[in-house]
């Protein structure tokens, strides 16, 4: 039996696999950057020290 693309059953099942692996994929790259991301900025938080403004020194 075909549909109306005359794909197969099982062929239309495959496509739709391919379809949403690639899905899959490309949120899977999303959560890891907003994973590495939040841990970057996370850790600039913690490694932040207050030194205030320093003096700079006049330009002759």
């Known amino acids: ?3 109306r ?3 197969s059953h099982i062929e239309y099942d ?3 696999e391919y379809w949403q692996d690639i899905e899959d994929a ?3 790259q999303i959560e890891a ?3 590495l991301s939040k841990a970057a900025t996370d850790d600039k938080k913690s490694k932040t020290i207050d030194i205030g ?3 700079q020194e006049d330009a002759k």
Do not use: D, Q, V
């Open 14 to 16: 495959r496509e739709s």
């Open 26 to 28: 490309e949120n899977a």
């Open 33 to 35: 950057k907003k994973s």
């Open 53 to 55: 403004i320093l003096p």
């Open 1 to 3: 039996m075909h549909n």
């Open 5 to 7: 693309t005359g794909y």
